[in-house]
């Protein structure tokens, strides 16, 4: 296969005689096929990469070979790669979390040969069952194997996803005739050397990174409220849609939801993103679908704005996004190069901000903190399995005392490790007969790592001179000509960071609105309700109602005065205010209660029910002392997954009788698991009592 | 861990990466791969150059009715399916060898040659693949009472620093082992199939885990049972072992053809536990030439086991020399029966150790080998045997090589 020959495939494949081949393009093509190398590919993202596997997996199937295997992270990319692929003519498919159902037919034709490039996650790669029973089987044949944003690999990389550990050491045993392709748009040297040592003989083809429509600024505006109130002056000023990142889900939604009361038309975007029109067969929400759907908004301009956390991430592929905002800072220059970089890739101009906050420092450290297991958690689950022949999760979660995200992300880390502690069988974890101790030093080194990482983004902040130039050199990019278009090259902003007043005393009021719904809990865990006898689900009549909590512990609106007020034993009157307002004026609730009782405490006996009193005066509702704490149980908050949250409430209440019949507001300070609530509210409605509203002051739950 | 590229291309010429599927080509018998590795050998090439340029080059030359060019390619071919299981099997705690490692079993070298498995799969300590030991083999299914003489046997032998040599298989091999494992002792399992899920078993983890236990396999780690499979993994137990112990044997299976086999080819002494199951196989094998071992634990010395006699009671000890049979070559060892143990012939009351030790090094270390494989080979002290190496090199019958330290015999001498 000749250069003018694999040229001929790709003008045959999109029926246009004056397409050619990009630079670098022909070279990695005849790498692969002609002398099945290993390469990596570090090339901008809209150079074309996806022209070289698809030429590629082309001329392997032309040879009578069998399917490439894409490995990609995200469902966005994959579904753009399809649709790129499907136009040169090659079947592509994927299967994946959300295509379950097609999934069946999907491998059919996979077993069949009629698939020529199939997408993968890497998590999928990671997945024993899809290898026996889709991988394997055609393995033999297998042509090529692609890794998209190789840079996942390193631990030096800033997207570093445990699940690639397994990639490499696949790859790194595929013998030396087997051809790989890695890509990636941003690695800097020490990220590729660190690849190729972790894979091993590999080439390398690098081209230059520079995005010329692209203008630059940063804003530094500490508190949130001015945030919000820039984001909404400066996003009706610009004509083309565009995307706003934001830190967490909860902020990707609370940005949202200020924005659309600014008449702007936007929607959150995030890993746990659903909405009721989006639903599996069986009625669950499918996040997925819904995912979908939003990129396909912003896509057709349907939307003015998306925002997202990093889950709208690599490879969505705009060509006519106007603008990219972030509202806090992301973690390192190469996420913010890859993120920002979505911004005006067909069009003239576009426009990137990158504000920061008082609060970016503290999520990073969050993250940070929590990016592995602690020791202990790894080693009792470690003991746990070495005495049995396998557990499930929720057996694990009923013989330790660790959440099931807590013991899933101690499964997560330990089961990528090579050789590894524990492997996965059917649903069972089993421990394997390899001795395990924590790796401190890789651990301390990949968090040091991402101090450094940190620190780099805030020199971003102050730089002085060309900020594209500070973001190339950054990524190891040797031509550092300014750009000309950034705000330090021009000397003026490119959008005013001067922010109305006005908008910001309303952003600071929409804050302190940012109360959430209480879920009510429905499912005990099997066996922890001895004395109370509560199994399976909880009858509708013994179910809390949706209840609400006024605010996220330590938050901008009334969180931090929470916390405050906690520490000093006394919850003030504008929290009983606040909470009055919420009650009366957004909540409203439907079977308006008659009454307030409250969570005792035997620690604090005056905290809550003093709150509690002088909520009930205020809202003109008798309180009445209806609970009584007769056990001294273990602190809830200790209790980390359902079962032990369960087992921990079990006779520590009663309910002193008669109770009165109307609906009851039940009253706490802190929400966590929510247990404790769903608890008394079935024992007040046992004892006779109306509906039951929950509502506390503050939440710790970490799933928000 | 990562394989060499020798080890790949082996690999990829002889194992399975998944359940066998219909049309494949299916991976190289030992045979078939003897002839083409010797072919290759002779060729001046390694297993390695077929995964380069030279590939085509290479098997053009090649004939062969069974493993031809053809099925040769396809099989190099699988570098996927290789990467996907190698990765499954290494996660797990397995490792691979082939006979080019440095750790590959010395014994299954020297007394099986041509027919020494290209590869093992294993998991735990794989210094305890030289050890030797106590092979102990019998049925699945044998009552109480040689249950319990298999569990003393397992005890006995640990508490004596000997190695435990069995199957894993249910019964005798398991509860030999696992006796051996509990009271500390050291133990080797060959398994003839699932030793994938062996590896991540609770019976055999602390032992794996502590490093007192070997677990290997010539099979795909994750084949299911099979007869064949069963049957042949018997000789790599008895040419691990030094001696070997048959609790109870039935007329005809697994234990039946393996202790024949072991009689023919006389690999290691093999010794049959007396049982008053009538319908037990034991009596036929020691007529065919296998001998009675004590029934009783506390008269049976375990030493004393490992020198065969033709012609005594099971109680005699070690120092009854009389008439051993070589227990420690092949036939094609270019040494006779004599050569090997001539010391033993005689009963003079003084018998020269020394000449005797000498006599065995021809053997042991055809190949370099270590102190701790010599000494664990003869069951010596390693200051008796220090000393007399010292003086077998100042005589020139055996060299010393370094970086690793091992000693060889001296063909020249």
Same mark, same amino acid.
């Given at each position: 296969?000749?250069?003018v020959?694999?040229?001929?495939l790709?003008?045959?494949a999109?029926?246009d005689? $004056?397409?050619?081949?990009?630079?670098?393009?022909?070279?990695?093509?005849?790498? =692969?096929v002609?002398?099945?190398?290993?390469?990596?590919v570090?090339?901008?993202?809209?150079?074309?990469k996806s022209?070289?596997?698809?030429?590629s997996?082309?001329?392997?199937?032309?040879?009578?070979m069998?399917?490439?295997?894409?490995?990609?992270?995200?469902?966005?990319?994959?579904?753009?790669?399809?649709d790129?692929?499907r136009? =040169?003519?090659?079947? #592509?498919?994927?299967?994946?979390?959300?295509?379950?159902?097609?999934?069946?037919g999907?491998?059919?034709?996979?077993l069949?040969d009629? *698939?020529?490039c =199939?997408?993968?996650?890497?998590?999928k790669?990671?997945?024993?069952?899809?290898?026996? $029973?889709?991988?394997?089987?055609?393995?033999?044949?297998v042509?090529l194997?692609?890794?998209?944003?190789a840079?996942?690999?390193?631990?030096?990389?800033?997207?570093?996803?445990?699940?690639?550990?397994?990639? *490499?050491?696949?790859?790194?045993?595929?013998?030396?005739n087997?051809?790989?392709? !890695?890509?990636t748009? $941003?690695?800097?040297?020490?990220?590729?050397e660190?690849?190729?040592?972790?894979l091993?003989?590999?080439?390398?083809?690098?081209?230059?990174?520079?995005?010329?429509?692209?203008?630059?600024?940063?804003n530094?505006?500490?508190?949130?409220?001015?945030r919000?109130?820039?984001?909404?002056?400066?996003?009706?000023?610009?004509?083309e849609?565009?995307?706003v990142?934001a830190?967490?889900t909860?902020?990707?939604?609370?940005?949202?939801?200020?924005?659309?009361?600014?008449?702007?038309?936007?929607?959150?975007?995030?890993?746990?993103v659903?909405?009721?029109d989006?639903?599996?067969d069986?009625?669950?929400?499918d996040?997925n679908a819904?995912r979908?759907?939003?990129?396909?908004?912003?896509?057709?301009n349907?939307?003015?704005?998306?925002?997202?956390?990093t889950?709208?991430?690599?490879?969505?592929?705009?060509?006519?996004?106007?603008?990219?905002?972030?509202?806090?800072?992301?973690?390192?220059?190469?996420?913010?190069?890859?993120?920002?970089?979505?911004?005006?890739?067909?069009?003239?101009?576009?426009?990137?901000?990158?504000?920061s906050?008082?609060?970016?420092?503290?999520?990073?450290?969050?993250?940070?903190?929590?990016?592995?297991? #602690?020791e202990?958690?790894?080693?009792?689950?470690?003991?746990v399995l070495?005495?049995?022949?396998g557990?499930?999760?929720p057996?694990?979660e009923?013989?330790?005392?660790?959440?099931?995200g807590?013991?899933?992300?101690?499964?997560?880390?330990?089961?990528?490790?090579?050789?590894?502690?524990?492997?996965?069988?059917?649903? %069972?974890?089993?421990?394997?007969?390899v001795?395990?101790?924590?790796?401190?030093?890789r651990?301390a080194?990949?968090?040091?790592?991402?101090?450094?990482?940190?620190?780099?983004?805030?020199?971003?902040?102050?730089?002085?001179?060309?900020?594209?130039?500070?973001?190339r050199?950054a990524?190891?990019?040797?031509?550092?000509?300014?750009?000309?278009?950034?705000?330090?090259?021009?000397?003026?902003?490119?959008?005013?960071?001067v922010?109305?007043?006005?908008?910001v005393?309303?952003?600071?009021?929409?804050?302190?609105?940012?109360?959430?719904?209480?879920?009510?809990?429905?499912?005990?865990?099997?066996?922890?309700?001895?004395?109370?006898?509560?199994?399976?689900?909880?009858?509708?009549a013994?179910?809390?109602?949706?209840?609400r909590?006024?605010?996220?512990?330590?938050?901008?609106?009334?969180?931090?005065? *929470?916390?405050d007020?906690?520490?000093?034993?006394h919850?003030?009157?504008?929290?009983?205010?606040?909470?009055v307002?919420?009650?009366?004026?957004?909540?409203?609730?439907?079977?308006f209660? $008659?009454?307030?009782? @409250?969570?005792?405490s035997? /620690?604090?006996?005056?905290?809550?029910?003093?709150?509690?009193?002088?909520?009930?005066?205020?809202? !003109?509702?008798p309180?009445?002392?209806?609970?009584?704490?007769?056990?001294?149980n273990?602190?809830q908050?200790?209790q980390q997954?359902?079962?032990? %949250? @369960?087992?921990?409430?079990?006779?520590a209440?009663?309910?002193?009788?008669?109770v009165?019949?109307?609906?009851?507001?039940?009253?706490?300070?802190?929400?966590?698991?929510?247990?404790?609530l769903?608890?008394l509210?079935?024992?007040?409605?046992?004892?006779?009592?109306?509906?039951?509203?929950?509502?506390?002051?503050?939440?710790?739950?970490?799933s928000? | 861990?990562?394989?060499?590229k020798?080890? %790949?291309?082996?690999?990829?010429?002889?194992?399975?990466?998944? +359940?066998?599927?219909?049309?494949?080509?299916?991976p190289?018998?030992i045979?078939?791969?003897?002839?083409? #590795?010797?072919?290759?050998?002779? +060729?001046?090439?390694?297993?390695?150059?077929?995964?380069?340029?030279?590939?085509q080059?290479?098997?053009?030359?090649?004939?062969?009715?069974?493993?031809?060019?053809a099925?040769?390619?396809?099989?190099?071919?699988r570098?996927?399916?290789?990467?996907?299981?190698?990765?499954?099997?290494?996660?797990s705690?397995?490792?691979?060898?082939?006979?080019a490692?440095?750790e590959?079993?010395k014994?299954?070298?020297?007394?099986?040659?041509?027919?020494a498995p290209?590869v093992?799969?294993?998991?735990?300590?794989?210094d305890?693949l030289?050890s030797?030991?106590?092979?102990?083999?019998?049925?699945r /299914?044998?009552?109480?009472?040689?249950?319990?003489?298999?569990?003393?046997l397992?005890?006995?032998? #640990?508490?004596?620093?000997?190695?435990?040599?069995?199957?894993?298989?249910?019964g005798?091999?398991e509860?030999?082992?696992?006796?051996?494992?509990?009271a500390?002792?050291?133990?080797?399992?060959?398994?003839?199939?699932?030793l =994938?899920?062996?590896a991540?078993?609770a019976?055999w983890?602390?032992g794996l885990?502590?490093?007192n236990t070997v677990?290997?396999?010539?099979?795909?780690?994750e084949?299911?049972?099979?007869?064949?499979n069963?049957?042949?993994?018997?000789?790599?137990?008895?040419?691990?072992?030094?001696?070997?112990? *048959?609790?109870?044997?039935?007329?005809?299976?697994?234990?039946?053809n393996?202790?024949?086999?072991?009689?023919?080819?006389?690999?290691?002494?093999?010794?049959i536990k007396?049982?008053?199951?009538?319908?037990?196989?034991?009596?036929?094998?020691?007529?065919e030439?296998?001998?009675? @071992?004590?029934?009783?634990?506390?008269?049976?010395?375990?030493?004393?086991?490992?020198t065969?006699?033709?012609?005594?009671?099971p109680?005699?000890?070690m120092?009854?020399?009389?008439?051993p049979v070589?227990?420690?070559?092949?036939?094609?060892?270019?040494?006779?029966?004599?050569?090997?143990?001539?010391?033993?012939?005689?009963n003079?009351?003084?018998?020269?150790?020394?000449?005797?030790f000498?006599?065995q090094m021809?053997?042991?270390?055809?190949?370099?080998v270590?102190?701790i494989?010599?000494?664990?080979?003869?069951?010596?002290?390693?200051?008796?045997?220090?000393?007399?190496?010292?003086?077998?090199?100042?005589?020139g019958?055996?060299?010393?090589?370094?970086?690793?330290?091992?000693f060889?015999?001296? +063909?020249?001498?």
């Amino acid at each position: 296969m000749d250069k003018v020959q694999a040229e001929q495939l790709l003008k045959t494949a999109l029926a246009d005689t $004056t397409v050619t081949f990009r630079d670098g393009q022909w070279e990695a093509i005849d790498a =692969l096929v002609n002398q099945n190398q290993k390469l990596l590919v570090v090339q901008r993202t809209g150079w074309g990469k996806s022209s070289v596997y698809f030429i590629s997996t082309k001329i392997f199937r032309d040879r009578g070979m069998g399917p490439t295997i894409i490995v990609s992270p995200l469902l966005a990319l994959m579904r753009n790669q399809i649709d790129s692929a499907r136009r =040169l003519g090659i079947n #592509a498919v994927t299967i994946n979390s959300s295509n379950t159902e097609e999934c069946q037919g999907v491998t059919q034709s996979i077993l069949n040969d009629n *698939v020529d490039c =199939l997408l993968i996650s890497p998590e999928k790669l990671a997945n024993d069952s899809f290898i026996e $029973t889709v991988l394997q089987p055609i393995s033999d044949r297998v042509a090529l194997m692609v890794i998209d944003e190789a840079h996942c690999i390193s631990d030096w990389g800033h997207d570093f996803r445990p699940d690639y550990r397994r990639i *490499v050491n696949i790859i790194s045993n595929l013998p030396a005739n087997t051809p790989v392709l !890695g890509t990636t748009a $941003t690695a800097n040297n020490r990220v590729v050397e660190d690849i190729q040592t972790q894979l091993g003989e590999i080439q390398i083809q690098r081209g230059p990174l520079i995005r010329d429509s692209l203008g630059l600024q940063t804003n530094i505006l500490p508190d949130q409220a001015s945030r919000l109130a820039w984001l909404a002056q400066s996003i009706p000023q610009i004509r083309e849609t565009g995307i706003v990142y934001a830190l967490t889900t909860r902020d990707a939604d609370q940005v949202a939801a200020w924005l659309r009361q600014n008449n702007i038309n936007a929607l959150s975007y995030h890993g746990k993103v659903t909405h009721p029109d989006f639903t599996f067969d069986n009625g669950a929400r499918d996040s997925n679908a819904y995912r979908q759907y939003l990129e396909e908004m912003l896509l057709r301009n349907d939307l003015d704005v998306l925002v997202a956390t990093t889950a709208l991430g690599m490879g969505y592929d705009k060509p006519d996004l106007g603008f990219v905002f972030h509202y806090q800072a992301p973690g390192s220059i190469v996420s913010y190069y890859q993120q920002v970089g979505r911004a005006g890739r067909g069009i003239d101009n576009a426009v990137g901000v990158l504000l920061s906050g008082r609060e970016d420092q503290d999520i990073h450290d969050f993250f940070r903190g929590t990016a592995f297991p #602690a020791e202990y958690q790894v080693n009792e689950i470690l003991d746990v399995l070495a005495g049995c022949d396998g557990l499930s999760v929720p057996r694990l979660e009923e013989q330790t005392n660790l959440s099931k995200g807590q013991i899933e992300k101690v499964l997560k880390l330990l089961r990528v490790e090579n050789p590894a502690p524990v492997i996965k069988v059917g649903s %069972q974890w089993r421990r394997t007969p390899v001795p395990y101790r924590m790796d401190r030093a890789r651990i301390a080194h990949l968090t040091q790592q991402r101090e450094q990482e940190w620190q780099e983004i805030q020199n971003y902040m102050e730089e002085p001179n060309c900020l594209m130039s500070f973001l190339r050199d950054a990524l190891d990019d040797d031509d550092l000509t300014p750009c000309g278009k950034c705000e330090n090259c021009l000397n003026e902003e490119l959008i005013s960071s001067v922010v109305d007043s006005r908008l910001v005393h309303q952003a600071a009021i929409f804050l302190k609105h940012a109360e959430r719904i209480i879920k009510p809990r429905i499912q005990v865990a099997s066996n922890a309700f001895v004395e109370y006898g509560f199994r399976g689900n909880l009858p509708e009549a013994l179910r809390a109602q949706p209840g609400r909590v006024l605010s996220r512990w330590g938050d901008a609106g009334w969180g931090k005065m *929470v916390a405050d007020n906690k520490h000093d034993n006394h919850f003030s009157d504008e929290l009983v205010d606040a909470t009055v307002e919420l009650i009366q004026e957004r909540w409203q609730p439907e079977d308006f209660p $008659t009454w307030v009782c @409250c969570v005792p405490s035997l /620690n604090h006996t005056e905290l809550v029910p003093n709150f509690a009193q002088r909520l009930a005066a205020r809202l !003109g509702l008798p309180f009445v002392d209806a609970v009584e704490k007769v056990r001294v149980n273990a602190p809830q908050k200790a209790q980390q997954n359902r079962f032990h %949250q @369960c087992r921990n409430l079990d006779g520590a209440f009663n309910i002193e009788e008669p109770v009165p019949e109307g609906s009851v507001f039940l009253v706490d300070d802190i929400v966590d698991s929510g247990w404790t609530l769903t608890v008394l509210a079935a024992l007040l409605q046992q004892a006779g009592s109306g509906k039951v509203y929950p509502v506390a002051l503050a939440s710790t739950s970490v799933s928000d | 861990m990562k394989l060499t590229k020798n080890a %790949q291309a082996t690999l990829l010429l002889t194992s399975y990466f998944s +359940k066998p599927v219909k049309g494949a080509a299916k991976p190289l018998t030992i045979t078939e791969w003897g002839r083409f #590795a010797h072919w290759l050998y002779d +060729k001046k090439h390694q297993p390695a150059d077929l995964l380069g340029e030279e590939q085509q080059d290479i098997l053009s030359r090649w004939q062969d009715v069974k493993a031809t060019s053809a099925r040769i390619s396809e099989l190099l071919a699988r570098g996927h399916s290789l990467a996907l299981a190698v990765d499954k099997w290494q996660r797990s705690g397995l490792w691979i060898l082939t006979r080019a490692d440095e750790e590959y079993p010395k014994r299954l070298k020297q007394k099986l040659r041509n027919d020494a498995p290209p590869v093992l799969f294993g998991c735990g300590n794989k210094d305890l693949l030289n050890s030797g030991g106590i092979a102990v083999v019998g049925s699945r /299914n044998v009552g109480d009472e040689d249950l319990m003489f298999t569990e003393g046997l397992g005890q006995k032998a #640990a508490s004596s620093g000997i190695g435990i040599v069995s199957g894993g298989a249910r019964g005798v091999d398991e509860t030999s082992m696992l006796s051996a494992i509990g009271a500390g002792g050291n133990v080797i399992g060959i398994m003839a199939d699932s030793l =994938l899920r062996a590896a991540t078993s609770a019976k055999w983890r602390n032992g794996l885990i502590q490093g007192n236990t070997v677990l290997i396999s010539p099979f795909y780690p994750e084949a299911g049972f099979n007869a064949g499979n069963a049957m042949s993994r018997n000789k790599y137990i008895y040419t691990l072992s030094d001696a070997a112990v *048959v609790v109870h044997s039935g007329t005809k299976g697994g234990t039946w053809n393996g202790a024949r086999e072991n009689i023919k080819k006389q690999w290691v002494p093999l010794w049959i536990k007396p049982t008053n199951d009538t319908d037990a196989g034991n009596n036929v094998l020691v007529s065919e030439g296998a001998q009675w @071992c004590s029934g009783n634990l506390e008269e049976l010395q375990l030493e004393s086991l490992f020198t065969q006699i033709a012609d005594a009671s099971p109680q005699d000890d070690m120092f009854s020399l009389n008439e051993p049979v070589a227990s420690s070559a092949s036939s094609s060892e270019a040494l006779t029966q004599e050569e090997l143990i001539p010391a033993t012939q005689t009963n003079q009351v003084s018998i020269d150790f020394y000449s005797l030790f000498i006599q065995q090094m021809q053997v042991l270390a055809v190949e370099p080998v270590n102190i701790i494989y010599i000494t664990s080979s003869l069951e010596l002290h390693k200051s008796q045997v220090t000393d007399w190496l010292k003086r077998s090199m100042e005589e020139g019958h055996v060299v010393k090589l370094t970086n690793p330290v091992r000693f060889q015999w001296n +063909k020249g001498n």
